[in-house]
């Protein structure tokens, strides 16, 4: 088992899949290793890229307004992707990139343990729940595998793309709330 910090140092310096050749930062996730619950994207986008941290562009604007709706900020919760390098001109990650990357979010779980964990879109839902997972019937629903609570919402860039769909997320997020206080 390792350490968070050389996890973290094996994520920044990774070879593992070709956007290590494109990426200008890896983006490990970012929050509290005490977390309760985790969120999980897809990957990182342009301004994470720059920046080497999770959802610091619009959608981390969109995803912090959905955190604090249920009275909780960045450092209470842990958030990360499913893919630790940026896809060039944002395309989804390929199979074999989510593949290779995927140790590091089992190990940051492992790290971790969260009991909740909330895909946030259709790339990590279909990775952590069902590949054929469909997000705009089944968000807001849970189920419990392994000890650990899973449900998926709106990605924040999609909400982004279709306003209509903040609602539909607060709503969500206030099933969330309800799981995380009775855990
Ligand atoms: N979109 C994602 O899926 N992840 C990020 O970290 C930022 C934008
Ligand atoms: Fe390594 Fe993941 Fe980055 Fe690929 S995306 S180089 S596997 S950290």
Redesign the pocket.
């Known amino acids: 088992m390792y350490t968070y910090e050389e996890l973290k140092n094996f994520?920044d310096h990774?070879?593992?899949?070709p956007?290590?050749g494109t990426?200008n930062h890896?983006v490990m996730g970012k929050g509290s290793l005490d977390a309760r619950m985790m969120f999980i994207a897809e990957a990182p986008g342009y301004n994470e890229d720059r920046d080497g941290v999770p959802f610091t562009g619009p959608s981390g604007t969109v995803f912090d307004e959905l955190l604090a709706e249920i009275g909780l900020r960045r450092q209470d919760i842990y958030l990360t992707n499913i893919?630790?390098?940026h896809p060039p001109k944002n395309r989804d990650p390929l199979p074999e990139?989510q593949e290779?990357?995927i140790a590091?979010l089992k190990y940051e779980t492992l790290l971790i343990r969260p009991q909740i964990m909330v895909c946030l879109g259709r790339i990590a839902a279909q990775r952590i729940i069902r590949p054929d997972y469909r997000i705009t019937r089944e968000h807001g629903t849970f189920l419990f595998r392994k000890n650990t609570w899973l449900t998926a919402v709106y990605h924040p860039s999609a909400i982004l793309r279709d306003p209509a769909k903040l609602e539909e997320a607060k709503e969500d997020f206030r099933k969330i709330q309800e799981k995380y206080r009775e855990l």
């Open positions: 994520v990774c070879p593992r899949c956007l290590s990426r890896s893919v630790k390098c990139e290779a990357c590091y």
